[in-house]
């Protein structure tokens, strides 16, 4: 009788040991779940469109020593968007297209570029003191 008892603890034991398996699996997925939805809220589309100036990241200065180099070229100009995040640049300088991830492009902020390239120059002079 003693084996019959002892059988029947085991075959509990097993199904209970089942179960925390089972609850640990889908804990596990639920928290997959939050963190890859968390991840994706983070992410920003990019969305650029044909003639916007944009900044391209060189990935290549990775490996070359400079803190203070930056790591993003450019404005380039847009000149076609394709399907997937498939950009075509032009450099204003240079003939050449590159085509290039979108992933690897951010906005240009700086002042839209001129097509004469002439350069501007500022005096700054001193404020009046509290003499004159």
Same mark, same amino acid.
């Not at 009788?1 to 029947?8: H, I, L, P, S, Y």
């Not at 097993?14 to 983070?42: F, G, I, M, P, T």
């Given at each position: 009788?003693?084996?019959?008892? &002892?059988?029947?603890e085991r075959k509990l034991?097993?199904? #209970?040991?089942? $179960?925390?398996? +089972?609850?640990?699996?889908? !804990? =596990? @997925? ?6 890859? &939805? ?8 990019? #969305?650029?469109? $044909?003639?916007? +100036?944009?900044?391209?990241? !060189? =990935? @290549? ?72």
């Open positions: 009788m003693g084996f019959e008892k &002892a059988r029947a034991q097993l199904q #209970e040991l089942e $179960s925390l398996h +089972l609850e640990a699996y889908e !804990n =596990s @997925r639920l928290y997959k779940e939050n963190v890859r &939805a968390a991840h994706d809220k983070n992410i920003k589309r990019r #969305e650029f469109r $044909s003639g916007e +100036l944009v900044l391209l990241y !060189n =990935s @290549r200065l990775r490996l070359m020593l400079g803190k203070l180099r930056s790591r993003w070229e450019g404005p380039y100009r847009v000149e076609k968007v394709e399907l997937y995040g498939v950009f075509h640049l032009r450099h204003p300088s240079s003939p050449k297209i590159l085509k290039v991830n979108g992933h690897r492009l951010k906005l240009y902020h700086g002042e839209k570029m001129k097509d004469n390239k002439e350069l501007e120059i500022f005096l700054l002079e001193d404020p009046p003191s509290a003499d004159n």
